[in-house]
C-alpha cells in the first residue's frame, strides 16, 4: 500500500514549493508537495492510477466538457482562475463578514457547541489560545497541539436564510453548476430546499467534517474563499471498502454513515483495498466532487468556503430513488407509530376492563411523532413529484441554460469603473460575467435589507 494512514501521520519534511505553482492545464494531476511543513498530498490512487485529482483553469475548461466530460465521472476536479469573478474586489474573509453580517443571529450549526450567537462565534474563532493535547484529535504517531478555535466550526449556514444581501457581489454560482435541476421546477422554491444552499462554511485550524456521503447523489462544489482544507476522498464505488467496522446505513436518510473519523482513528489497514486521495483545496480554488464519493475534510488553518449540492442530468434517477425510499421509510415509521399507539391504548383499556367501540385515545407525544413522519414524508414527495414531472433536456440539448443566467454586463462594467478608482488597482484585463451568476429565486435577494429570520447590518456606502 505504499504510505499508510491519515496524511499527518506519513508526513514528512518536504521543502516548500515554488510561489508560482504550475497548473496542469491537461486535467492532469501532477504530484506535488504541500506549502505546509510535514503535509504531502496524494493526488493519484496509489492502486488505480486512473484514479486522480484533476486541474484545470477556468480558461481551458468550457461547460460543455464539463457536463460531458468530467461530471458524468468519479475524479474530483479543481478549478482555478474563478477568483476574480468570485470576489472581485477581495472582501469575501473572516475580517469582512465578522464586521459586517448580524453578530445577533443566533446561528445553530456549529460543530463542538449546542448554538451560539454569530459574534460569539467569530470572538473564538479569531482569539486562540493553546489548549492541551487531547486524545480526540489525534493525527497520526504524535498529537497535534490545537487551540480552543478548532472546536469551532460553522458548517452548513444558508445564505438565503441569514444573509441574502451576500448574493450578487459578494456570492454567486459558477456557470458549471448553474444548471442545477433542483431551481428548475414549477415549484420555485422546491419546497424552501432552494433557500438552504449555497451555504458558507467557517472553521478553525484542527476543525474538521466527518467520514461522509452528501445525501440523495447530489454532485457538489465548493469554492475556497479564504484558507485551505485538506480533503481525504475515497472512490464511489469503493464505499464498501473504508472503515466497515464503523461504517452503518442511515434509513432516514438513505445513505452510509460512518460512526469515526480518519482524523479520530487514522487506520490505514480499514481502508485497505479503497483507492484514496489526499489533497489540498487552496484559497481561489473550486472544487467539484462526483455524486457518492466518501470523503472527510480536515482545515489546515482558518477558513472560509462557499459550497452547494447539485443535481442533474447524471445524477437525476439516483436522487429520485433515495426519495422514494426516503418517503417509504417515513411511511412505515408513522404506520408503526400509529400501530404501537393502538396496542398501547388497547391494553390499557384491556387492564381497565373499560370495553369502548371508539377509536383509541393515543397519548398526545405519540401522536405528535406520527403527524412529524407523515408531514416529511409529504414534504419529500412533494419534491420527488416537482423533479420527476419534468422531461429535463438531453445534456447536448442543455449547453446553454447557463448562459441565461450569468451576470449582465451592465454589473460588469459597473465592477471596472469601481476597481479603477480605487487607489493602485488596476482594473482585471479579461473582466467578463461569462463564469459566474445566481439562481433565479437568489437573484431578487441581493437587494433585501432584511433576511429571511431577522435583519441584517449592511456595509456602509464605500467600503
Not at 448580524?102 to 489560545?129: A, H, N, Y
Not at 476522498?233 to 454513515?257: G, I, T
Not at 484585463?429 to 431577522?454: A, C, E, I, K, N
Request: aromatic share 10%; glycine share 6%; hydrophobic share 35%.
Amino acid at each position: 500500500q505504499g504510505r499508510q494512514g491519515h496524511p499527518w501521520q506519513r508526513a514528512r519534511r518536504q521543502p516548500n514549493p515554488s510561489p508560482s505553482r504550475q497548473v496542469a492545464m491537461s486535467g492532469e494531476a501532477k504530484p506535488e508537495t504541500s506549502q505546509f511543513e510535514g503535509l504531502t498530498e496524494t493526488l493519484v490512487s496509489e492502486i488505480d492510477s486512473s484514479y486522480k485529482v484533476c486541474r484545470f483553469h477556468c480558461n481551458d475548461l468550457t461547460v460543455q466538457e464539463f457536463r460531458e466530460r468530467w461530471v458524468c465521472g468519479s475524479n474530483p476536479l479543481i478549478i482555478e482562475g474563478l477568483q476574480p469573478f468570485m470576489d472581485p474586489l477581495g472582501h469575501f474573509n473572516l475580517e469582512f463578514l465578522r464586521e459586517h453580517l448580524d453578530g445577533e443571529l443566533d446561528i445553530g450549526d456549529v460543530k463542538g457547541r449546542s448554538s451560539m450567537r454569530l459574534s460569539q462565534f467569530f470572538e473564538t474563532l479569531l482569539t486562540p489560545q493553546d489548549v492541551a493535547e487531547t486524545d480526540g484529535m489525534r493525527l497520526g504517531t504524535s498529537s497535534v497541539r490545537v487551540s480552543n478555535e478548532a472546536t469551532v466550526y460553522m458548517s452548513d449556514c444558508s445564505v438565503a436564510l441569514n444573509f441574502p444581501w451576500l448574493f450578487g457581489q459578494f456570492v454567486k454560482v459558477p456557470k458549471y453548476f448553474l444548471h442545477c435541476f433542483w431551481h428548475r421546477t414549477r415549484d420555485a422554491s422546491l419546497q424552501r430546499l432552494n433557500y438552504i444552499t449555497p451555504s458558507l462554511f467557517i472553521g478553525g485550524a484542527g476543525s474538521f467534517s466527518s467520514l461522509h456521503i452528501d445525501q440523495y447523489s447530489s454532485h457538489f462544489w465548493m469554492y475556497m474563499a479564504q484558507g485551505t482544507k485538506l480533503w481525504t476522498l475515497f472512490h464511489p464505488a469503493d464505499c464498501d471498502k473504508v472503515y466497515n467496522s464503523a461504517r452503518y446505513f442511515d434509513k432516514e436518510y438513505q445513505n452510509w454513515r460512518w460512526s469515526q473519523s480518519l482524523v479520530a482513528s487514522p487506520d490505514s489497514a480499514a481502508c485497505a483495498g479503497a483507492r484514496r486521495l489526499d489533497f489540498l483545496l487552496r484559497e481561489g480554488e473550486v472544487l467539484f466532487i462526483p455524486a457518492g464519493s466518501p470523503h472527510e475534510v480536515y482545515n489546515v488553518t482558518r477558513s472560509v468556503s462557499l459550497s452547494a449540492n447539485f443535481f442533474e442530468q447524471s445524477n437525476l434517477q439516483r436522487c429520485l430513488a433515495q426519495l422514494d425510499s426516503k418517503v417509504a421509510w417515513l411511511n412505515a415509521r408513522s404506520q408503526e407509530q400509529r400501530a404501537a399507539l393502538q396496542r398501547a391504548d388497547a391494553s390499557k383499556h384491556e387492564e381497565c376492563e373499560i370495553v369502548s367501540t371508539s377509536e383509541p385515545v393515543a397519548s398526545a407525544d405519540g401522536m405528535a411523532v406520527a403527524a412529524r413522519f407523515e408531514a416529511e414524508a409529504e414534504r419529500w414527495h412533494a419534491v420527488h413529484a416537482s423533479l420527476d414531472e419534468m422531461e429535463f433536456p438531453d445534456v447536448e440539448d442543455d449547453l446553454g441554460y447557463a448562459e441565461q443566467l450569468l451576470r449582465p454586463d451592465r454589473e460588469d462594467e459597473e465592477l471596472q469603473l469601481l476597481l479603477s478608482s480605487l487607489p493602485e488597482q488596476q482594473p482585471a484585463p479579461h473582466m467578463r460575467s461569462d463564469f459566474v451568476g445566481l439562481f433565479p429565486l437568489h437573484r431578487p435577494l441581493q437587494h433585501q435589507r432584511m433576511t429571511l429570520r431577522r435583519p441584517a447590518r449592511l456595509p456602509q456606502e464605500g467600503t
